[in-house]
């Protein structure tokens, strides 16, 4: 058996939006919002919150022990030997990265994902937003790669902004490349047509971000706590 886990990278010391991790979403904190969302991936074993030992944390640590959900604590900034020991201490053949600033998972983009990835020879595979002209846009999808390709990261000389930053290892989003040399195996999946909106970013990285989603939140939450992308587009088509 293959077991996937999916671990969400949250932390309370975000350099331009403190606290992000607990601001709320209709009355929930955000980190919570996503896990009510992703726990209806089919094909995921387990999800773990993964946040630092940073004192800052320690909120994290505890909201999720209230709940009885499965957290762990590592490194703050390097998130390659983070990810390597959550992972491992999950006995994870299979890994999900989801940056906690994610508010709207769409949970049939990752089992679309983890279905590709798994029947492919890619190291690494990502519908997390609109790369190699997949078309996707940012915030519905997720990251997946195997954890044999962490255990040779954990054993690289990787500078700062690699730990940092566990894609900059496989790809380059930003300037949609393949980092030179190509070491690893990558490969994406075709956005469907009636999700492939790359105007929409739904990342919260600064507080107009999370005012946007908080209104979004504010307005399909109430009516329907498992609304889709759909219902995404069509009330930015409404309100935007």
């Not at 940012?138 to 690699?162: A, P, T």
């Not at 999946?189 to 005012?211: G, M, Q, V, W």
């Not at 504010?218 to 759909?230: A, C, G, R, V």
Request: aromatic share 12%; net charge negative.
């Amino acid at each position: 058996m293959n077991k996937v886990v999916l671990i969400i990278q949250a932390r309370m010391g975000s350099s331009r939006l403190p606290g992000k991790s607990m601001l709320e979403l209709a009355g929930i904190p955000l980190i919570f919002q996503i896990f009510e969302r992703v726990k209806r991936v089919i094909g995921v074993s387990d999800i773990v919150f993964a946040t630092s030992k940073d004192h800052s944390d320690d909120i994290i640590e505890k909201s999720c022990i209230e709940r009885g959900i499965n957290v762990f604590r590592g490194s703050e900034n390097n998130l390659v030997d983070r990810y390597y020991n959550c992972a491992k201490a999950h006995n994870a053949d299979t890994i999900l990265r989801l940056p906690a600033d994610n508010p709207c998972p769409e949970p049939s983009e990752y089992d679309r994902i983890i279905d590709y990835h798994l029947a492919s020879n890619n190291d690494f595979s990502s519908n997390i937003c609109n790369f190699m002209g997949n078309e996707y846009p940012d915030g519905i999808g997720v990251e997946v790669f195997n954890f044999s390709v962490l255990q040779k990261l954990k054993k690289s000389n990787l500078n700062s902004e690699q730990k940092e930053h566990i894609a900059l290892n496989f790809y380059d989003y930003l300037n949609d490349k393949h980092p030179y040399p190509p070491i690893f195996r990558v490969g994406t999946i075709k956005c469907p047509a009636h999700f492939s909106r790359t105007d929409i970013n739904l990342d919260i990285n600064t507080k107009e971000d999370y005012l946007f989603v908080r209104k979004l939140y504010e307005d399909l939450y109430s009516s329907k706590n498992n609304f889709s992308f759909i219902d995404v587009i069509k009330w930015y088509d409404k309100n935007m």
